[in-house]
């Protein structure tokens, strides 16, 4: 299975922009997907995910109410649309895939990983 992720770039403070990620490969079964980030200097940090019904999503507090996780099991796609956006939101985004769970907040229990897009906010 591979991920690919795409739409990062430069924004100004109170912008939007949307991620997205595709799976490729053999991407069957059910998976949740969920969205990570790094931050230059922090450690990785979970942003939220969503189950694969779509049904079931969970954010970060840091994003609740500016961020929406939204899938496409016919693309095999997930996305990230992120509103309001602060300087505190640039890191290098990734999507990751979690079989055979709901959805999760824990890294290590996601299976595969995309490469990340860069999110610049300016102020």
């Known amino acids: 299975v591979q991920l690919q992720a795409s739409g990062g770039g430069l924004v100004q403070a109170g912008g939007s922009l949307t991620l997205s990620c595709t799976a490729s490969?053999?991407?069957?079964?059910?998976?949740?997907m969920g969205w990570f980030r790094q931050a230059p200097g922090k450690e990785r940090e979970f942003v939220g995910c969503?189950?694969?019904?779509?049904?079931?999503?969970n954010y970060a507090d840091s994003v609740k109410g500016r961020f929406t996780i939204s899938r496409t099991n016919a693309k095999n796609t997930v996305y990230l649309q992120m509103n309001s956006l602060k300087p505190e939101d640039t890191a290098v985004y990734y999507c990751?895939?979690?079989?055979?769970?709901?959805?999760?907040?824990?890294?290590?229990?996601?299976?595969?990983w995309g490469q990340g897009t860069l999110v610049t906010v300016s102020s």
């Open positions: 490969g053999r991407t069957f079964g059910n998976y949740a």
């Open positions: 990751a895939l979690a079989y055979g769970k709901v959805w999760s907040t824990r890294d290590a229990e996601y299976n595969y």
């Open positions: 969503i189950s694969w019904s779509g049904g079931s999503t």
